[in-house]
C-alpha cells in the first residue's frame, strides 16, 4: 500500500486489519499472533477480508485498477462483483491509460472493457473526393496495410463503397482529454472507440451498439464462430472481443489454446 498511498494508507490499512479482529488487541494468544502474522494476505478464508467489506473503501481500492485487475476483483465476491462491474469503474480503467476525457455509448459486451489497448481506439475520416488509402496512410502517420486490416478491406478499391474508415491512432497524444464514442462499425465488423477529429458522430452513426442493425451483424458473426469452433456464445464471444473483432484471429488463437490443452492431456497421462 506504501507504493500507492504513502504511510498514511500503510497506517489505514493496518487499523482496519486489526479492527476486523476485536480481541486482537487484549488478547495475547499466540494462535491469533500467528494469524496477525499473514495480516499482508487479504482473501475471502481469513478475518481480516472482513476489513474490505465496505463498499466505499473497495470502490476507493479498485478505482487505482488497471482494466485486467478490475475484472479479476469481480470474481472475489458478490460485493466486490457489484462494484468491479459498475459502468464508472470499467470506463475509468479503461480510459485511464490513455488519458481520454469520456468514452460515450455501450458496449456490447462488458469485455470490451478489459482490453483498453491502443487498437481499441479508431479515428473517424469522412471520406472525400480524391481520398486514397495511400494518403490517408500518409496524412495520419499509419501504414497501409493497418488502414486496411482494421476496415476489413481486401483491396484499396473497397474505399469507394463507404463514406467514412476507420484510422488506426497512429500517436496515443492525440487521445488526450478526448470524447470517443463506441461504435460497432458496419463495413469494418468490429467494435471500437471512435475519436472524432471534427464535430461527433451523426444520427447514421452506430455508438449506442445496441441499434438492431449492430445486433444482427453481431449475432452473425457469433453464430458463425460458434459453429466453426464447435464451442457455446460466451466462449465465441471472448475470442472475438481479445482480437478486436476479428474472427480468423479468434479462430487461430482458439485453435491454439485448443492445441495446448491437449498437450498437456496427454502429458498428463504418462
Known amino acids: 500500500m506504501g507504493c500507492c498511498g504513502g504511510d498514511e494508507d500503510?497506517?489505514?490499512?493496518?487499523?482496519?486489519?486489526?479492527?476486523?479482529?476485536?480481541?486482537?488487541?487484549?488478547?495475547?494468544?499466540?494462535?491469533?499472533?500467528?494469524?496477525?502474522?499473514?495480516?499482508?494476505?487479504?482473501?475471502?478464508?481469513?478475518s481480516n477480508f472482513l476489513a474490505l467489506a465496505s463498499k466505499d473503501l473497495v470502490r476507493a481500492i479498485l478505482d487505482l485498477l488497471p482494466s485486467a485487475d478490475l475484472a479479476r476483483s469481480a470474481c472475489v465476491c458478490r460485493l466486490w462483483r457489484a462494484v468491479a462491474s459498475d459502468r464508472e469503474m470499467q470506463e475509468r480503467a479503461f480510459r485511464t491509460p490513455w488519458k481520454v476525457h469520456r468514452v460515450?455509448?455501450?458496449?456490447?459486451?462488458?469485455?470490451?472493457?478489459?482490453?483498453?489497448?491502443?487498437?481499441?481506439?479508431?479515428?473517424?475520416?469522412?471520406?472525400?473526393?480524391?481520398?486514397?488509402?495511400?494518403?490517408?496512410?500518409?496524412?495520419?502517420?499509419?501504414?497501409?496495410?493497418?488502414?486496411?486490416?482494421?476496415?476489413?478491406?481486401?483491396?484499396?478499391?473497397?474505399?469507394?463503397?463507404?463514406?467514412?474508415?476507420?484510422?488506426?491512432?497512429?500517436?496515443?497524444e492525440l487521445l488526450?482529454?478526448?470524447?470517443?464514442?463506441?461504435?460497432?462499425?458496419?463495413?469494418?465488423?468490429?467494435?471500437?472507440?471512435?475519436?472524432?477529429?471534427?464535430?461527433?458522430?451523426?444520427?447514421?452513426?452506430n455508438y449506442h451498439s445496441n441499434n438492431a442493425v449492430s445486433e444482427r451483424g453481431k449475432r452473425k458473426i457469433l453464430?458463425?464462430?460458434?459453429?466453426?469452433?464447435?464451442?457455446?456464445?460466451?466462449?465465441?464471444?471472448?475470442y472475438l472481443s481479445v482480437t478486436n473483432g476479428d474472427p480468423r484471429a479468434a479462430m487461430l488463437l482458439f485453435t491454439e489454446d485448443h492445441t495446448w490443452e491437449q498437450q498437456i492431456r496427454e502429458r498428463n497421462l504418462f
Open 10 to 46: 500503510d497506517d489505514l490499512l493496518k487499523q482496519l486489519l486489526t479492527d476486523a479482529d476485536p480481541n486482537t488487541a487484549s488478547n495475547p494468544n499466540p494462535s491469533l499472533a500467528s494469524s496477525l502474522s499473514s495480516a499482508g494476505v487479504l482473501s475471502p478464508m481469513n
Open 104 to 172: 460515450l455509448g455501450e458496449p456490447s459486451s462488458a469485455v470490451f472493457w478489459r482490453q483498453p489497448s491502443l487498437d481499441r481506439f479508431a479515428i473517424s475520416h469522412r471520406l472525400r473526393r480524391g481520398d486514397t488509402v495511400a494518403s490517408l496512410a500518409l496524412r495520419y502517420s499509419v501504414q497501409v496495410m493497418d488502414i486496411k486490416r482494421l476496415n476489413n478491406m481486401m483491396s484499396d478499391h473497397g474505399i469507394y463503397s463507404r463514406e467514412r474508415l476507420l484510422i488506426p491512432i497512429g500517436k496515443q
Open 223 to 238: 453464430n458463425s464462430m460458434k459453429r466453426s469452433m464447435q464451442v457455446d456464445e460466451g466462449t465465441a464471444e471472448y
Open 176 to 205: 488526450l482529454n478526448s470524447t470517443c464514442y463506441i461504435e460497432l462499425d458496419e463495413h469494418a465488423k468490429r467494435e471500437v472507440a471512435v475519436l472524432y477529429m471534427e464535430g461527433g458522430p451523426d444520427v447514421k452513426a
